[in-house]
């Protein structure tokens, strides 16, 4: 089991270019998640998707923020166009349907916006 | 509005002592709560959970506590170890309005003393 895979672990962006980031959720897993790290607010829930499905995304923090899973195995987070507030930690995470399983979460994206 | 609190942003403890770290909520609706572990550069990494109907669960030398009157919950570490060094989110989760919430804390960094 690889776990779940995150793409690219870090990325340096100029102010008001569009950011991709990309999430491999665990097989299987029919849950997954978009979570945001940052000092200020530690870990808050973006949006999350349920068979491909967005379930909800009322922690999306603006419209220039955007979410979708293609499939069962790829999910993207795009910030179009991103600002220096945006730099954060970005986590993937992933679960199957039992409110006790535990999220596994993908080691991050660092994004920085400069 | 903080649904879940760490008071302590920091922890430090001798090695081989107890550790206990500390968590508040303020949703009656939450059901599930669990302990997450991170190491710098890393995701968050599932500990241990406890169901609301409990108020004990026991795993090797983690032990969390939950007083659903006080809607307060710890995590008992002992013997502590200086591998157990990193920060330590609490989460909750409810089920509200057919959408799965896990609200984190803002972690409580700890270290332990050799």
């Known amino acids: 089991d690889a776990g779940v895979i995150q793409s690219p672990r870090h990325e340096v962006t100029e102010m008001g270019q569009e950011v991709t980031l990309r999430c491999k959720p665990i097989s299987g897993h029919d849950y997954l998640f978009w979570y945001r790290q940052t000092m200020m607010r530690g870990l808050e829930l973006l949006i999350y998707?349920?068979?491909?499905?967005?379930?909800?995304d009322s922690g999306m923090p603006e419209d220039r923020f955007s979410a979708k899973m293609p499939n069962a195995s790829f999910s993207t987070l795009k910030i179009q166009p991103s600002e220096p507030r945006d730099s954060a930690v970005y986590f993937c995470?992933?679960?199957?349907?039992?409110?006790?399983?535990?999220?596994?979460f993908g080691n991050g994206t660092r994004l920085t916006v400069t | 509005d903080q649904q879940v609190k760490q008071n302590s942003p920091s922890l430090s403890v001798q090695e081989g002592r107890i550790s206990i770290l500390n968590c508040d909520y303020t949703n009656s609706m939450f059901d599930y709560f669990l302990w997450y572990k991170k190491y710098p550069a890393e995701g968050p990494t599932f500990l241990i959970s406890?169901?609301?109907?409990?108020d004990k669960n026991e795993d090797g030398r983690f032990t969390v506590f939950l007083n659903k009157s006080a809607k307060h919950l710890s995590l008992h570490i002992v013997p502590s170890q200086p591998g157990d060094s990193a920060v330590y989110f609490c989460a909750a989760r409810a089920l509200i309005q057919g959408a799965q919430k896990l609200v984190f804390g803002q972690g409580t960094r700890l270290t332990i003393n050799p």
């Open positions: 406890i169901s609301s109907i409990k």
């Open positions: 998707f349920n068979n491909n499905v967005p379930i909800d």
């Open positions: 995470a992933s679960s199957i349907w039992d409110r006790g399983s535990p999220l596994h």
